[in-house]
């Protein structure tokens, strides 16, 4: 089934809000180097995280993309914050100032449970899930699998599988010249580099996630490479609303996959936002924080009205 004959077989379950992606009533300046916090998981793990925000507004989850950091919605969160909500942005096992156990595992199904595990800690249920590429997988499985921690999913950079996935494949076996995580003894600057390039609009963003990806142990990458894996056979039970943001040149994933992914989920509310000339990494390209920002606040009170909450 092509892409677009996909969207509009599915149409009447598509989640029309006419009013979304106002300017933001609130500017939040990036928070580069909050204060952290941590929590001693049931998994064993030492998990840390940032809260921001309101302790008494909806509850905002980011998770973020394998190596990467809390860096990744430091422009994004604080704009959510600023709009009265409760946000906690995680840094998964393996990455940040987490635990990192040298070999593993980093599997999503033990992602799935960290958060799991920290929720029930924080008191947070009914959250708004937003997750970026691998954090999209684990926000997956945590609707499919502990539905009373989410209200509603935000996937960034998501699909419905990774099996067979060309650029998953180079990644850990290599290509053109890569030797591949699986092979690598090390990542070379030139790799590094190349995997954390950004066009964004803070000049400082590109090293400082550069910075980060160059801490981790070839042995984290390896082991968060191979343990990315995805929910396809249970996103039927996800009943939330859900939002998905693309990036029009993402070259992890296609818009058949994101046709794949919409035509899986068994929501009946489903948000499908394109945003043309970016890649993967949509919400920190260029200067586009305070629109995906935008976008997740509006479509979290779309979805908290719709649900009578």
């Known amino acids: 089934m092509k892409y677009n004959t996909a969207l509009r077989a599915l149409a009447p379950l598509l989640f029309a ?7 933001m009533s609130a500017y939040a300046a990036p928070a580069y180097d909050p204060e952290f916090k941590y929590a001693e998981l049931d998994t064993g793990i030492k998990l840390a995280y940032v809260e921001l ?10 998770l973020h993309g394998v190596t990467d950091s809390y860096l990744s919605f430091s422009q994004v969160a604080p ?23 040298k070999d593993g595992p980093y599997t999503v199904d033990l992602h799935v449970s960290d958060i799991a595990s920290l929720l029930s800690k924080l008191g947070i249920k009914n959250a708004n899930i937003t997750g970026h590429s691998l954090g999209s997988f684990i926000a997956q499985g945590l609707a499919a699998r502990h539905p009373e921690y989410v209200s509603s999913l935000t996937l960034i950079g998501s699909a419905a599988a990774v099996k067979g996935n060309e650029t998953l494949a180079w990644l850990l076996d290599g290509g053109d010249g ?53 929910f396809t056979d249970e996103l039927g039970k996800i009943q939330v ?24 989920l068994g ?16 919400h920190w390209e260029g200067h586009l924080d305070s629109e995906i920002a935008s976008d997740i606040v509006s479509f979290i009170r779309a979805a908290n009205e719709a649900q009578g909450k």
């Open 53 to 62: 925000g309101n302790s008494g507004g909806h509850p905002v989850v980011f």
């Open 79 to 101: 704009l959510v914050a600023a709009e009265g909500n409760r946000v906690i942005v995680v840094e998964l096992r393996g990455h940040g100032h987490s635990d990192k156990p």
């Open 267 to 282: 929501s009946k509310y489903i948000l499908f936002q394109t945003k043309p000339g970016v890649g993967h990494n949509t």
């Open 17 to 23: 809000l006419v009013a979304l992606g106002g300017a």
């Open 178 to 230: 890569f030797e591949g995580v699986n092979n690598a003894a090390a990542l070379s600057d030139e790799f590094l580099t190349d995997w954390t390039a950004s066009t964004n609009y803070d000049e400082s963003f590109a090293p400082r996630t550069y910075e980060h990806a160059k801490s981790l142990p070839i042995e984290v990458w390896r082991n968060a490479v191979n343990g990315i894996s995805a």
């Open 241 to 264: 609303p859900v939002q998905i943001i693309y990036g029009g040149d993402d070259a992890f994933f296609s818009r058949d996959d994101q046709a794949d992914l919409i035509k899986r």
